[in-house]
């Protein structure tokens, strides 16, 4: 089991940055890769960015490339989503995810079910 921890989410203006942290805990040798999901209102969860243990592959939604990049730092078994240039549609509760996929050096882990652990999320609020 692999268990999983966000922080840093909160109310944030239109055009401000948020820093989001998860910890993973556990056997997190089985982690290959970290996902970041988000899900705003009556809508459904959608992939937000993909990173490989090793942190050598990313894979960004084309609806925040330029503005969300995610990172890790494996010696702290913590991924980071750093979001930049934050609008209104960006509010969502953001959830890190954790796969078991044999790495094959790419990470477009887009579904849900390439993912086999959870956190249990942060809300993240942008005002206009």
């Known amino acids: 089991q692999v268990q999983l921890v966000e922080s840093g989410g909160g109310l944030v203006q239109a055009g401000g940055s948020l820093r989001l942290s998860c910890v993973a805990s556990g056997r997190t040798a089985s982690a290959r890769a970290m996902g970041w999901f988000r899900q705003a209102p009556g809508k459904e969860r959608e992939f937000v960015a993909a990173?490989?243990?090793?942190?050598?592959?990313?894979y960004v939604e084309d609806s925040v490339k330029g503005r969300f990049t995610i990172s890790r730092d494996s010696a702290k078994n913590t991924v980071y989503l750093q979001m930049n240039s934050l609008n209104s549609e960006d509010t969502a509760v953001y959830s890190c995810a954790a796969s078991s996929r044999y790495y094959s050096g790419s990470v477009d882990y887009t579904g849900t079910h390439d993912y086999a652990y959870w956190g249990q999320g942060t809300q993240v609020t942008v005002s206009s």
């Open positions: 990173i490989s243990w090793n942190g050598a592959s990313t």
